[in-house]
Nanobody, 126 residues
Framework: QVQLVESGGGLVQAGGSLRLSCAASGRTFSRYKMGWFRQAPGKEREFVAASTESGGSTYYADSVKGRFTISRDNAKNAVYLQMNSLKPEDTAVYYC???????????????????WGQGTQVTVSS
């Protein structure tokens, strides 16, 4: 098990940037695949981005590709989401998620992740 705590959300104007951070507990962080998801009011939680254990491979939803970047620092037990060129439709609660070893990883499926943070609100004004 790993515990996750997100930070860095806030209110930003359209076109602006934010950097979300997710701090993880435990000494085995480097063994977890990590993902970012988001949930807007009245909508399903949706995939945003994900990273393999080393950060060598990353994956993005089409809606954020070219604007968002996921990265991780295993020495600091942290994963980040750099969000640029933000749009009002990016407004949501953003969640950090971790998936342990084993099995086939369906990157974009929220059911594939075992541990979740409490979320951080991102609001983009037009």
């Amino acid at each position: 098990q790993v515990q996750l705590v997100e930070s860095g959300g806030g209110l930003v104007q359209a076109g602006g940037s934010l950097r979300l951070s997710c701090a993880a507990s435990g000494r085995t962080f480097s063994r977890y695949k990590m993902g970012w998801f988001r949930q807007a009011p009245g909508k399903e939680r949706e995939f945003v981005a994900a990273s393999t254990e080393s950060g060598g491979s990353t994956y993005y939803a089409d809606s954020v590709k070219g604007r968002f970047t996921i990265s991780r620092d295993n020495a600091k037990n942290a994963v980040y989401l750099q969000m640029n060129s933000l749009k009002p439709e990016d407004t949501a609660v953003y969640y950090c998620a971790a998936r342990g070893v084993g099995g086939n990883w369906v990157v974009h499926s929220k059911y594939q992740y075992d541990n979740w943070g409490q979320g951080t609100q991102v609001t983009v004004s037009s």
